[in-house]
């Protein structure tokens, strides 16, 4: 079962959810995991008349600190007697501090509730959106749900194996990642499991344009080749992670596959919203380029329609553009 041994979790002492701190307190006693939860507070700005830096600039950041600080530690008393809870405040933009404080203390795992994005019709906000890019560790993102625990769990994995020797190895390992989290998941709260790669065969396009002509059934055995293929791929990695010691768990929650053929960018959240998954485990980067799952556009596309929790994983070597203050 995938552990978590330093989680942070970022609270918004404005709007508290009683549901998802309940949770994250849950997780690390279940984990026996250090807990930390963090607020931040944006720095007084200089006003009309107001010097930066200046005795009411200073002495206004320091009552909003000491009143953030209440806040956060009311907020956490109750669950004091079931784990030891370090609370912190951050000063500055919410991101950059989170990442800071994940860089500067060693946190495995950043749980967040969304942005309010009541004004869009999408999840997460800009502030989710930058963690996701840039945060070295795993996020998830808990959208708020009236039941206690997951009832499906939707992990997202990419079997094609045409890159580079080195890069393949790492997108190897954020599969078997995500599958290990998915499933440790799904075991604690007896959630479904379901498994998801969407593929399409390179070239098809062309072949189908007539740009090249070959006859229909080439074409068709070309495709048919390409959906063995993957579906090979597919399996090969369900058995690696299901014989991994440790994982002998993982073939009694009877995945159910969904080896589709389409976009990622469409199949995925579309599968998402046939399965009413409760949360999208899946891999990604900061920009195409970086080696890892779905890179790039492909996973922000997604992300930008999901209506669900998603829990997002960096690959092995993933270095945040994010710097530690000195």
């Not at 006693?29 to 008349?49: D, H, I, K, M, Y």
């Not at 596959?257 to 995925?268: F, S, V």
Request: glycine share 6%.
């Amino acid at each position: 079962m995938k552990r978590f041994n330093n989680i942070l979790y970022v609270l918004n002492t404005e709007k508290i959810d009683k549901s998802v701190l309940e949770r994250v307190v849950t997780l690390a006693q279940n984990n026996q995991a250090r807990l930390t939860v963090v607020s931040t507070l944006e720095p007084v700005t200089v006003g009309f008349g107001m010097p930066e830096g200046g005795p009411i600039s200073v002495d206004l950041q320091a009552a909003m600190i000491s009143a953030q600080t209440q806040k956060l530690e009311t907020s956490v008393a109750p669950y004091q007697e079931r784990v030891n809870i370090q609370t912190k405040l951050r000063v500055g933009t919410q991101f950059l501090e989170i990442i800071r404080e994940v860089l500067d203390n060693g946190r495995d795992l950043v749980i967040k509730v969304p942005e309010s994005m009541d004004w869009i019709d999408q999840l997460f906000g800009s502030e989710d959106l930058h963690l996701l890019r840039k945060c070295p560790c795993p996020v998830w993102l808990i959208k708020p749900a009236p039941q206690e625990t997951y009832r499906r769990i939707l992990a997202a994995v990419d079997v094609d194996d045409t890159h580079a020797s080195e890069e393949q190895e790492i997108r190897d390992e954020l599969n078997q990642q995500i599958l290990e989290l998915a499933s440790s998941m799904a075991l604690s709260g007896f959630a479904e499991l379901h498994i998801v790669h969407a593929w399409e065969a390179s070239g098809e396009n062309i072949l189908r344009g007539g740009l090249i002509y070959l006859p229909e059934e080439r074409v068709t055995a070309f495709i048919e080749d390409e959906r063995q293929k993957r579906e090979a791929g597919l399996n090969r990695l369900i058995r690696k992670v299901n014989n991994k010691p440790g994982q002998d768990s993982f073939s009694y929650l009877k995945p159910q596959t969904h080896l589709i053929k389409g976009q990622p960018r469409k199949e995925i959240p579309a599968l998402a919203k046939q399965i009413e998954a409760d949360l999208i485990v899946m891999g990604t980067v900061a920009r195409t380029g970086v080696p890892g799952f779905i890179i790039g556009n492909t996973a922000e596309a997604i992300l930008g329609q999901i209506e669900c929790s998603v829990l997002a994983l960096k690959p092995r070597g993933f270095v945040s553009p994010v710097t530690v203050d000195k």
